[in-house]
């Protein structure tokens, strides 16, 4: 039976306006399957599809859905920003099959696969909606990027996978759509574009900042190269880099001895609180004797 004959009433349908764009030509399978799900939608609303999402790459070194293989990094880092968002127990069995390449700008047609699922036929909506849930944390951030926003909020590990997404869109010079509709909610588009890019990596980009500061320990080791280890604590130990000659060698760097003096620390740090980097660069020793006011 045709699903005109199962719902008489979709006769009056007129097809979706998005279907009159230039993006119908480039991808006519992907236009297709999103028509259908659309029209079924609006003749039963409570319609439930597989999700299924197209990663469109597209900029300047795109041309004529040509697929350059400096790309496939990209797919790669998007598939771990969403194992990285998905909840613990399905990130060894969830991931995203590419199944199919459309023309144009390369669209690339994307399921969710589950390596424990018993049967091709059986829809686990309750880890489709968890899925759903981690592309749209991973969307969020997009647009976040792509809107320039000066306030984001997001774990650490979601800030590293999106820098590693950048750097492989940033290799292979090409921008990031991502349009999925999901079996229950709306179609949504996100992208990167060179907007989004931009700002990211200035936001990745790591800046200094020096300032002079008194450190004190005792020394746990030295070299010949000038690079003293002071050990503060229990936990916690400092490098500290061109100690002359002269001071190295004299009893005041004995290991074990307790040691003061006054630094030149430069800490290089990016916009997203990744783990800073720091360098501490000798500059004069202080006595025992000498107050802390006195060393600033």
Do not use: C
Not at 165 to 192: C, M
């Amino acid at each position: 039976m045709s699903l005109t004959d199962r719902f008489p009433e979709a006769d009056g349908f007129v097809h979706p306006d998005w279907l009159d764009s230039d993006d119908t030509e480039d991808d006519l399978p992907g236009a297709a399957r999103k028509a259908t799900l659309e029209a079924l939608r609006r003749i039963d609303p409570l319609t439930v599809f597989p999700l299924r999402l197209d990663v469109r790459l597209f900029g300047g070194s795109v041309q004529d859905g040509a697929f350059d293989f400096r790309a496939s990094p990209v797919l790669q880092r998007f598939d771990q920003e969403l194992q990285s968002a998905l909840p613990e127990e399905l990130q060894e069995s969830a991931r995203l099959q590419f199944v199919g390449v459309g023309h144009g700008s390369v669209v690339i047609h994307a399921l969710p696969h589950f390596a424990s699922q018993a049967s091709e036929d059986e829809l686990d909506l309750g880890a489709i909606s968890r899925i759903e849930s981690a592309l749209a944390q991973i969307l969020d951030l997009h647009d976040s990027i792509e809107n320039q926003s000066q306030d984001i909020k997001v774990p650490a590990d979601r800030w590293e996978n999106l820098r590693k997404l950048v750097k492989a869109l940033d290799s292979a010079d090409v921008n990031l759509e991502v349009d999925y509709l999901s079996p229950n909610g709306p179609r949504r588009k996100s992208q990167i574009s060179d907007v989004g890019r931009e700002f990211a990596r200035n936001l990745f980009e790591r800046r200094d900042k020096t300032f002079v500061e008194p450190i004190n320990g005792s020394v746990y080791g030295a070299e010949l190269d000038g690079k003293v280890t002071i050990r503060q604590n229990k936990k916690s130990k400092v490098l500290v880099e061109d100690v002359p000659e002269d001071i190295l060698s004299s009893d005041a760097f004995r290991l074990g001895r307790y040691v003061r003096m006054e630094v030149e620390t430069t800490i290089k740090a990016d916009g997203v609180g990744g783990q800073p980097l720091d360098r501490h660069i000798f500059l004069r020793l202080i006595s025992h004797d000498q107050k802390l006011s006195d060393e600033n």
